[in-house]
């Protein structure tokens, strides 16, 4: 039984969502999951790990403008205080409006 709890933490980790703080400052990532929100504060270079499992909604340094929706599979990377998909350009948020551009909070 051991065994079989042990895959199913390492297949779950795996197939979630990860966010690496690569700026020189500290972020604070609020996670949302359905009704639950948890905040995560994020060092230089500091990884979270396994978030979104199946799906959530992020949010950098308590933005309430348009959150970054994952699927719950994404590598991502906090630069310059926006969100970016590794390897894959800068994650839009529904409400940011532009393709291609990060999200930015409204006045």
């Given at each position: 039984m051991?065994?079989t709890?042990?895959?199913?933490?390492?297949?779950s980790?795996?197939h979630?969502?990860s966010?690496t703080?690569r700026?020189?400052?500290?972020?604070t990532?609020?996670?949302?999951e359905g009704?639950t929100?948890?905040?995560?504060v994020?060092?230089?270079?500091e990884?979270l790990e396994?978030?979104c499992l199946?799906?959530?909604?992020?949010?950098?340094?308590?933005?309430?403008v348009?959150?970054?929706v994952?699927?719950?599979?994404?590598?991502?990377?906090?630069?310059g205080g926006?969100l970016?998909?590794?390897g894959?350009?800068?994650?839009?948020?529904?409400?940011?409006?532009?393709?291609?551009?990060?999200s930015?909070?409204?006045p």
């Open positions: 051991v065994p709890v042990v895959l199913i933490n390492a297949f980790a795996a979630a969502a966010v703080n700026d020189d400052k500290d972020h990532v609020t996670v949302i009704s929100q948890i905040d995560h994020l060092k230089k270079d990884v396994g978030v199946s799906g959530c909604s992020i949010r950098i340094d308590g933005d309430d348009g959150p970054y994952l699927e719950g599979t994404e590598a991502t990377t906090i630069e926006d970016y998909a590794d894959q350009g800068p994650l839009v948020s529904p409400s940011s409006g532009a393709t291609g551009q990060p930015k909070p409204g």
